[in-house]
C-alpha cells in the first residue's frame, strides 16, 4: 500500500464545504407528524394537543400524540371505525357483506400479483433507475479488515448500481486496504479511499463508528449518502428503491425499520461484547413493518446527506446504536420500501476471538 496514510479519522482533511449547497434534484423532506420528527424520538409521555419541539428542533406544534405512551390519545378527525372501509363493521361477531370482503380480497390478491410479476420482469427496478437517474449518490464504507468481503461489496455496488464508494480504511487489517487500492485503480473515478493508521474501537483501537461515518458525510458531495455494511452483497440495484424514497421526501430509507417494543416488556435482543450485527434489533426495539418506521437499521440506509451533516453521532462507537442514534436525530419520515431489496448477507461480523 503506497497511498498516504493519515494517523487518525479527524485528521483527513475535507478539501471543500458544501454543505450549504441545496439539493439539486431532491423534493423538499416531508416533515410529518411522525415518531422522530420533533425532539429526540424519545418522548415516553403524550396526547392529543400541543406537541413542543426540543430545542433547536424546531416551533411547537399542534397535531396527534405521536412519542411512546400515547396509544390512548385520539386527536379530532381520527377514523373512528378503519374496519368499515373494507366491508366490515369492526365488531367481532359481524363480518360485513360478504361480496364486498370478496372483492377487496382479490383486488388486494390481484395487486399483489401483478407487482411480482413486474418485480419478476425488472420492471419497477427500471421505472426506479430511471427516477433517480439524475440523483447523485454515493455509498460510505468503514473498512477494518476482511479483503473477501470489502471486495464482493465494493465490486456489487460497481456491478449493480451507478453510485461512487467512499472508504475509509481502518488499520489496513489483512490487507482489506490493499484490495481498496486495487479496486480503486481500476475504477478511479468511482472509488475513493482514506488510510488511516489509526484501527477500530471494536479491535482495540480509538476509532468509532461514529468519528468514522461523520467523516465519510464531509467527504462526500453527493445529495444521497449510503451506509453500507461490508458483509452485505448486493445482487441488484439495491439502492434505486431508497435514493427514489429520498428523492420523494423522506429524509432517509433503509433496508430494515425498528419499532419500540411494547411498554412493559422486556427487550429480545441479548446484549453481547460481539460486534453489532446489522440485521439485529437494538435492545428495547422489534423490526417494523415496511412502511413509516421510528427508526432504520440492517446495514443498508440511504439519507438526504445535507440532513445528516451534523446530527450523526460522532461519539457512537458501534453501528447498531448509532444507526438508531442517526435515526431518531434526522427531522423527517423514515421509510422503508415496500418492495424487495436484492441485498445478501455473506455472513455475520464478530468480533474476533482474544
Not at 427514489?244 to 419499532?259: F, L, M
Amino acid at each position: 500500500m503506497t497511498a498516504n496514510v493519515w494517523p487518525t479519522v479527524q485528521s483527513i482533511p475535507v478539501s471543500a464545504v458544501t454543505d450549504d449547497r441545496p439539493p439539486g434534484h431532491l423534493r423538499p423532506p416531508r416533515l410529518e407528524e411522525v415518531a422522530g420528527t420533533v425532539g429526540t424520538g424519545r418522548d415516553t409521555t403524550g396526547g392529543a394537543g400541543d406537541q413542543g419541539g426540543a430545542a433547536g428542533a424546531g416551533p411547537a406544534r399542534k397535531g396527534p400524540a405521536t412519542g411512546v405512551g400515547t396509544a390512548g390519545a385520539r386527536p379530532r378527525g381520527a377514523r373512528q371505525n378503519p374496519a368499515a372501509e373494507l366491508g366490515f363493521s369492526g365488531d367481532p361477531g359481524q363480518h360485513g357483506a360478504p361480496d364486498d370482503s370478496m372483492l377487496h380480497a382479490q383486488r388486494t390478491w390481484d395487486g399483489a400479483l401483478a407487482t411480482n410479476r413486474m418485480d419478476d420482469l425488472g420492471v419497477n427496478a427500471e421505472r426506479l433507475r430511471m427516477e433517480t437517474k439524475d440523483v447523485t449518490a454515493s455509498v460510505g464504507l468503514v473498512v477494518d479488515g476482511r479483503p473477501d468481503d470489502v471486495r464482493a461489496c465494493v465490486q456489487s455496488v460497481l456491478d449493480h448500481t451507478g453510485a461512487a464508494v467512499l472508504a475509509i480504511d481502518l488499520g489496513n487489517v489483512a490487507g482489506a486496504g490493499d484490495v481498496l487500492d486495487e479496486l480503486a485503480e481500476r475504477d478511479p473515478e468511482r472509488v475513493k479511499v482514506w488510510h488511516v493508521a489509526e484501527t477500530s474501537q471494536w479491535r482495540d483501537g480509538t476509532a468509532t463508528w461514529g468519528a468514522c461515518r461523520a467523516k465519510l458525510l464531509h467527504l462526500d458531495t453527493a445529495e444521497v449518502h449510503v451506509l453500507m455494511d461490508t458483509s452485505l452483497v448486493l445482487e441488484g440495484d439495491a439502492l434505486a428503491p431508497l435514493v427514489a424514497a429520498v428523492k420523494d421526501g423522506a429524509v432517509a430509507a433503509g433496508r430494515q425499520g425498528w419499532e419500540p417494543l411494547p411498554e412493559g416488556r422486556a427487550p429480545v435482543v441479548e446484549v453481547t461484547s460481539e460486534r453489532p450485527r446489522p440485521h439485529q434489533a437494538p435492545p428495547g426495539w422489534r423490526q417494523a413493518s415496511p412502511g413509516k418506521v421510528r427508526a432504520l437499521g440492517g446495514g443498508l440506509m440511504a439519507v438526504r446527506r445535507a440532513a445528516a451533516v451534523g446530527v450523526l453521532p460522532e461519539d457512537a462507537q458501534d453501528g447498531r446504536h448509532g444507526d438508531l442514534e442517526l435515526s431518531l436525530a434526522l427531522r423527517g419520515e423514515l421509510v422503508v420500501p415496500d418492495q424487495h431489496l436484492p441485498v445478501r448477507q455473506r455472513h455475520e461480523h464478530d468480533l474476533p476471538a482474544g
